[in-house]
C-alpha cells in the first residue's frame, strides 16, 4: 500500500463562498493533489500563523473551480482560521479521527468505554467526521444497542464536550419526551414553578418531526436565541427562561446527531435517552421531571414499552447525581385545541389568563405536572403541590411571571394567523373514539408549521366528544395558497378522527 507523502505546502486562500451547514470541507486542484498523493475525502491539517484545523478534502477537475496552487475554503474553515480570500495557508496530510475505529468496532458489536465514546462526541461536536461516518454511529447505535454503560457514557461525553451552565441554588427541570401534538404544558409549569420562587431554566430544541416545540412555540411571544450572558440575567431577574437549547453549545454533539437520525427516521433509544439527560446535566439541575406520553405514535406505544422507558430515565439521574421523576401520562390524542407556533402559544396564554375557553385538559395536565416538581423540592408535602400550583395560577402570578419573562427575553411581535383557512367537517354523526396524532401533525406540517409560525390547525373536536355530520372537526390555517391546498387535499382522504 502507497504511504501517504509528508507534506509542508503552502496555498493561497480562495473563498469558495459556500458553507456546509458544519463540517470543515476544503478543495485543491487535481494536480496539486496527485503531486501529494491527496485522494477525495482524506483529512488533511490546514494551518495559518495562530491556529489550525483538521478538514476533509475534495478535489476540483478543473482550473474554473480552483486553480493550481490555490485552496478553496467554504464558510466554516475561514471562520475559524480567521481568514479571507488570498490569504496564505500551509497544509499537511493527517490520518483518519481515532474515532472511526471506535465507530467500526460498534458495527461489529463492541461495547464502547466513556473515552471511545468521549472520541466519537469530540469529533461530532468539532466536524471531524462527515455524514457519512456519523450515520454509520448512529446505524451501529441503533442495531447493535447501547448498553446501560454506554448510554450513561454517551451521556457524560455529551456534557463534557459542552458547555456547561451552573444557576445558584436549587435548579429544576421538566422534558417531554413527546408525539402529542398541542402538549404544550412546558409553557405553563415553568411560570408556575418561577411564581412559586424556584429557578427552573427551559433550554429546548426546535420541532424536529412535530408541528412545534417549546422554542418554536415561544417565538411567537418572545426571542429565543440569546448569549449565556442574557440568559443568565433573565433567569437571575425572573427565576426561569423559555430559550432555544441550540444557541448556547450545551451537548452540541446531540443536535448534530438528531440531525442524521431525521433523514432516516430513526431513533436509538440510547441516544434518546443520553439526548435528554445530557441537556439536564449541562444545566446542572437538581431535580428533573420526564414526562412519557403513551400512545400508538408515541415513543412509549405500550405500558411496558413506557414502564422500560421510566425505569432507563432513573438510572441515568441516579448515576449522574440527579433526582429524576418520571411519570407516564395518556399520549393517545391531542391536548390543546392549537397545533402549529401561534396557535398553541395562544392556548398556552388562554390557560395562564384563566380563560374558561382555554383547553382544560391542558391546563390540568400542566398543574399536575407542576404539583409534581413542587414536591420534589421538598418544600411542599406529598399531594399538596398541585393544591399549590393551581392556586399560583388562579392567582394570576403565573400569567404576570410569564408576562415578565417575556419581556426579559425581548418582547416579540406576534406573528399572524394564516390568511388562509380551511373547516374540514365530519362525514357521520356520532361520538369521536380516536384522534390520530401523526395525521394531525402531518396535516399542521403541511399547511406550514412549524417554519409558518401562523400556520397548523385548530381543533374544535376531540376525542370524547359528539359530533353531528357537517359539523367542523378542525379548520386549518395555512400563510400561503399553495400550503393550504397541500393541507386540504391530505384532508379529504385522511382527516384522523374515528367517529362510532
Known amino acids: 500500500m502507497k504511504s501517504k507523502k509528508s507534506t509542508d505546502m503552502h496555498f493561497k486562500v480562495k473563498d469558495m463562498d459556500i458553507a456546509t451547514g458544519g463540517i470543515m470541507i476544503v478543495i485543491l486542484n487535481k494536480k496539486d493533489a496527485n503531486k501529494l498523493d491527496l485522494k477525495s475525502g482524506d483529512r488533511i491539517l490546514v494551518k495559518n500563523s495562530q491556529t489550525e484545523v483538521t478538514c476533509?478534502?475534495?478535489?476540483?477537475?478543473?482550473?474554473?473551480?480552483?486553480?493550481?496552487?490555490?485552496?478553496?475554503?467554504?464558510?466554516?474553515?475561514?471562520?475559524?482560521?480567521?481568514?479571507?480570500?488570498?490569504?496564505?495557508v500551509q497544509i499537511n496530510f493527517t490520518g483518519k479521527p481515532e474515532s472511526i475505529k471506535h465507530i467500526r468496532d460498534k458495527l461489529y458489536g463492541k461495547h464502547l468505554s466513556y473515552k471511545e465514546l468521549l472520541h466519537i462526541t469530540?469529533?461530532?461536536?468539532?466536524?471531524?467526521?462527515?455524514?457519512?461516518?456519523?450515520?454509520?454511529?448512529?446505524?451501529?447505535s441503533f442495531t447493535q444497542g447501547l448498553s446501560n454503560e454506554e448510554i450513561v457514557g454517551l451521556t457524560r461525553a455529551m456534557v463534557q464536550t459542552g458547555k456547561k451552565i451552573k444557576f445558584p441554588g436549587l435548579t429544576l427541570d421538566k422534558h417531554c419526551i413527546g408525539g402529542?401534538?398541542?402538549?404544550?404544558?412546558?409553557?405553563?409549569?415553568?411560570?408556575?414553578?418561577a411564581a412559586a420562587g424556584f429557578t427552573i431554566p427551559k433550554t429546548s430544541s426546535r420541532a424536529i418531526t412535530s408541528p412545534a416545540g417549546t422554542a418554536d412555540t415561544m417565538e411567537c411571544l418572545a426571542k429565543v436565541e440569546m448569549s449565556e450572558r442574557k440568559i443568565k440575567s433573565v433567569v437571575k431577574k425572573t427565576g426561569a427562561c423559555m430559550v432555544h437549547g441550540g444557541s448556547m453549545n450545551l451537548a452540541p454533539a446531540d443536535d448534530k446527531i438528531i440531525e442524521v437520525e431525521h433523514?432516516?427516521?430513526?431513533?436509538?433509544?440510547?441516544?434518546?435517552?443520553?439526548?435528554?439527560?445530557?441537556?439536564?446535566?449541562?444545566v446542572n439541575a437538581n431535580h428533573i421531571l420526564i414526562d412519557i406520553p403513551m400512545g400508538k405514535s408515541t415513543k412509549a406505544r405500550t405500558p411496558k414499552e413506557a414502564k422500560h422507558l421510566k425505569k432507563m430515565f432513573e438510572m441515568i439521574g441516579k448515576r449522574l447525581g440527579m433526582n429524576v421523576k418520571v411519570i407516564v401520562t395518556d399520549g393517545s390524542h391531542p391536548i390543546g385545541k392549537g397545533i402549529g407556533p401561534l396557535l398553541e402559544a395562544e392556548d398556552v396564554m388562554a390557560v395562564l389568563r384563566n380563560d374558561p375557553l382555554a383547553p382544560?385538559?391542558?391546563?390540568?395536565k400542566a398543574i399536575t405536572l407542576a404539583g409534581i416538581l413542587l414536591e420534589?423540592?421538598?418544600?411542599?408535602r406529598k399531594g399538596k403541590g398541585a393544591e399549590a400550583a393551581k392556586e399560583i395560577l388562579e392567582s394570576g402570578k403565573a400569567l404576570k411571571k410569564m408576562q415578565q419573562i417575556i419581556k426579559e427575553q425581548g418582547k416579540q411581535n406576534k406573528p399572524s394567523l394564516g390568511e388562509f383557512s380551511y373547516p374540514v367537517r365530519?362525514?357521520?354523526?356520532?361520538?369521536?373514539?380516536?384522534?390520530?396524532?401523526?395525521?394531525?401533525?402531518?396535516?399542521?406540517?403541511?399547511?406550514?408549521?412549524p417554519s409558518d409560525k401562523g400556520s397548523g390547525l385548530y381543533?374544535?373536536?376531540?376525542?370524547?366528544?359528539?359530533?353531528?355530520?357537517?359539523?367542523?372537526l378542525f379548520t386549518i390555517y395555512a400563510e400561503n395558497n399553495f400550503k393550504s391546498e397541500l393541507a386540504k387535499k391530505f384532508s379529504k382522504f385522511n382527516k384522523g378522527y374515528l367517529i362510532g
Open 122 to 140: 469530540d469529533d461530532i461536536t468539532n466536524d471531524r467526521l462527515t455524514d457519512i461516518e456519523k450515520t454509520y454511529f448512529v446505524a451501529a
Open 459 to 472: 381543533l374544535c373536536k376531540n376525542v370524547g366528544d359528539s359530533v353531528k355530520k357537517g359539523e367542523i
Open 56 to 88: 476533509i478534502m475534495d478535489i476540483s477537475e478543473s482550473n474554473k473551480a480552483v486553480p493550481e496552487g490555490r485552496i478553496g475554503l467554504f464558510e466554516e474553515v475561514l471562520d475559524k482560521l480567521k481568514i479571507k480570500e488570498g490569504h496564505i
Open 263 to 282: 433523514p432516516l427516521s430513526i431513533d436509538a433509544e440510547g441516544q434518546l435517552l443520553a439526548s435528554v439527560m445530557a441537556k439536564k446535566s449541562s
Open 426 to 449: 365530519s362525514g357521520k354523526t356520532g361520538k369521536i373514539k380516536e384522534v390520530d396524532n401523526e395525521i394531525i401533525a402531518k396535516l399542521a406540517r403541511l399547511a406550514g408549521a
Open 360 to 364: 382544560q385538559e391542558l391546563r390540568k
Open 180 to 193: 402529542v401534538p398541542g402538549n404544550r404544558t412546558t409553557m405553563v409549569v415553568i411560570p408556575i414553578i
Open 376 to 380: 420534589m423540592t421538598g418544600k411542599y
